[in-house]
């Protein structure tokens, strides 16, 4: 029999990386809000918020661990004693500590060296568990990380107690190849759960997700629409999707919600989704060209390789410049219209006319207002002649 692999785990930083979007700010309600949608949803962790921000912080972080029924609710921390206590006033029974890990980023911060990072995790990871919280640990910076002492992080993280080490690429560097190769070496040197956090700089936040997860990572950090700082993050929807189509990995996300989701979290970051997102769009299953429309009402499956009914959501053949005479044929009979052969076509320049001149589809209401002008006698669509396409 196949080896049937265990769901990857969904660890959504929405409600912490994502707001760290320029100029998205949620507000408690809506913090509550988007982490019951997540929950419902099926995500497995939320990383709720960063404590060590304040009172307010550590109020809604409150409160989302009361609201939220299944989730486990993640506070994210640095590796710092004083955040710990914070998280602990905010209710969590997670944390989630970070550390840089590559040297620029601990000369920066720290102005020291690896010695003080192995120190830091020997100190507070124990110091976190002394008090009752499950651990995990984020090498910040990891993609630019020398490769021998991340494996001593790695070792020092397993040693200290914590159960996952997450491996960032916080400047979004690294490609699929890298990707893969840097968790087929973790997975060598540990037991530990390995989860992947990518940032988009590149465009390949998602496909290094996916190549990490082929690698032996067992969870994946990502956010909503791909929220995030600068380019964003790796994107809920298209890492469980694709991770289902690309690999056969299941997630326990419902790909139903994912579209009430994303328009919930759209909503509150103010940052509209694009017409051709992919998965949540509006027109991510919308038709326009006459070949696709012809194939498609023969057989879906000729331009469509996901099915928009396991999102809730349907086909749309949409009317515009590239139409052809197949989806003229098919809006009309779906109005109770019928138009034969020469009808169709002189509608079909109509709507060719009027998309070209407005620059938009073309509403069922002015295909059937087109119908009607090829029924009155010795009258063209235009007013005059065919030809003339005035519109």
């Not at 995500?43 to 709720?48: G, K, L, P, R, S």
């Not at 491996?167 to 968790?183: E, I, K, M, N, R």
């Not at 003229?328 to 009979?333: G, P, Y």
Request: aromatic content about 4%; glycine content about 10%.
């Amino acid at each position: 029999m196949p080896l049937v692999l265990p769901p990857v785990i969904i660890n959504d930083s929405t409600l912490r990386d994502g707001e760290q979007a320029p100029g998205v700010a949620f507000t408690s309600p809506e913090k509550i809000a988007i982490a019951c949608a997540l929950d419902a949803a099926g995500v497995d962790e939320i990383e709720a918020g960063i404590p060590a921000m304040g009172g307010q912080e550590i109020g809604t972080l409150l409160a989302i661990s009361e609201a939220v029924e299944r989730a486990a609710v993640i506070a994210w921390c640095r590796m710092m004693p004083e955040d710990v206590d914070a998280a602990l006033l905010s209710g969590v029974e997670r944390v989630h500590l970070s550390v840089p890990v590559s040297d620029r980023q601990i000369r920066a911060k720290f102005g020291t060296g690896r010695k003080d990072v192995l120190d830091r995790i020997a100190r507070v990871v124990p110091y976190a568990l002394d008090r009752g919280l499950t651990v995990s640990v984020g090498g910040e910076d990891a993609s630019r990380a020398d490769s021998d002492f991340l494996k001593r992080v790695v070792v020092a993280v397993e040693a200290a107690g914590a159960h996952r080490f997450r491996y960032a690429d916080t400047l979004g560097v690294l490609d699929p190849f890298s990707t893969y190769d840097a968790f087929r070496a973790l997975c060598a040197e540990t037991d530990l759960e390995l989860e992947f956090h990518g940032h988009d700089d590149l465009g390949l936040a998602t496909a290094n997700t996916l190549a990490s997860i082929r690698g032996g990572a067992t969870h994946a950090s990502v956010c909503v629409l791909g929220l995030g700082e600068r380019a964003g993050n790796a994107a809920l929807e298209e890492v469980v999707t694709a991770l289902r189509e690309t690999q056969g990995r299941m997630t326990h996300v419902s790909l139903s919600r994912l579209g009430p989701l994303a328009e919930m979290v759209a909503d509150a970051a103010r940052r509209p989704i694009h017409e051709s997102k992919s998965i949540v769009g509006g027109s991510a299953f919308s038709h326009e060209s006459g070949i696709h429309v012809s194939g498609l009402l023969r057989d879906a499956g000729t331009y469509e390789a996901l099915d928009p009914a396991i999102f809730g959501r349907q086909h749309e053949i949409v009317l515009g410049k590239h139409s052809g005479g197949a989806a003229i044929r098919a809006m009309l009979r779906s109005l109770g219209l019928e138009s034969d052969h020469h009808r169709v076509a002189a509608i079909l320049d109509a709507v060719r006319a009027r998309a070209i001149r407005c620059k938009r589809a073309v509403s069922v209401e002015e295909l059937a207002e087109f119908h009607a002008a090829t029924m009155a006698p010795h009258v063209g669509i235009f007013g005059g002649t065919h030809a003339e396409a005035r519109v």
